[in-house]
């Protein structure tokens, strides 16, 4: 992708993949597939670009323990650039439950990576950044939320696009839809991702001059401009683990569009873990 230099901004986490292929009870053993490797919003975002010909860049805040030694370390195997502070502290965790139909149940914990704080970015890290990508988890709490502002003030002085992916629905909920409506407005993004939950929890009253790209799983996607709705159906896949499938497809968008979108999602479900 000549000319095209990613930036994301967000959580660098630990994932921990568990497919089961017994149910759970309490007190005895189940049989479980696993996986270990990075992962977080933005992470996954950056190394589904690197995969796919882009140059991508990671900013974020992480631990000084074995997670954020593994996560970064393969993050940086993947081809993507890692930049921010290190903080004494844990790094965070992400545990998904997958179950025999791909879909997974996640219990996350952040460790060190909310606290990122403006002073903290360097404008180095976005030299020659054609387009920022926010992870919603950072929009949504603090102090992460200024080094997102921060971060879109200095790319976009530099000319790049800003899009913001909106997370977790019970995120929106508990920040609130019309704080996040407002947040928005504030940002202006040329591109906003969501799936169809957390476009509901928002609500209409959040359009903007974006294009929105909702994501609808098996059944594909939407993009909403000025009024105009277009539907596009998901390219057919085996699922084995929907983890990271939003990510994945949010990288395809923003490497080459709607189609490239649909068939990296295609293939990142296909495999257990949320990366390439």
């Not at 969501?194 to 939407?222: D, H, L, S, Y």
Request: aromatic fraction near 4%; charge should be negative.
């Amino acid at each position: 992708m000549p000319g095209f230099v990613l930036c994301t901004l967000g959580d660098l986490l630990l994932d921990v993949i568990v497919r089961l292929e017994q149910p759970l009870e309490s007190g005895t053993d189940a049989a479980a597939a696993t996986r270990t490797g990075a992962g977080g919003q933005a992470a996954n975002v950056a190394a589904w670009a690197a995969a796919l010909g882009a140059e991508t860049r990671f900013i974020g805040k992480r631990g000084d323990d074995p997670a954020a030694s593994l996560a970064a370390g393969e993050l940086a195997r993947l081809g993507v650039t890692v930049f921010g502070p290190v903080a004494l502290g844990r790094n965070g965790v992400v545990v998904s439950i997958v179950g025999k139909d791909g879909e997974r149940a996640m219990a996350s914990d952040r460790g060190v990576a909310p606290t990122l704080s403006g002073d903290e970015l360097e404008p180095a890290w976005f030299e020659s950044c054609t387009h920022l990508h926010l992870s919603g988890y950072s929009l949504m709490s603090s102090p992460i939320d200024g080094a997102a502002m921060r971060a879109v003030e200095v790319a976009r002085s530099g000319g790049a696009a800003i899009s913001a992916d909106l997370a977790s629905s019970r995120v929106i909920a508990d920040y609130g839809p019309e704080r996040l409506q407002g947040l928005l407005q504030e940002l202006a993004p040329e591109l906003v991702f969501a799936n169809e939950e957390e476009r509901e929890e928002i609500g209409p009253a959040a359009a903007t001059e974006a294009t929105w790209v909702v994501k609808r799983g098996p059944a594909g996607c939407v993009v909403e401009h000025g009024g105009e709705r277009s539907e596009f159906p998901a390219v057919p896949a085996h699922v084995v683990d929907t983890t990271g499938a939003g990510d994945a497809f949010a990288a395809g968008y923003l490497v080459g569009g709607v189609q490239l979108a649909l068939a990296t999602a295609a293939r990142c479900v296909s495999n257990l873990g949320a990366m390439p």
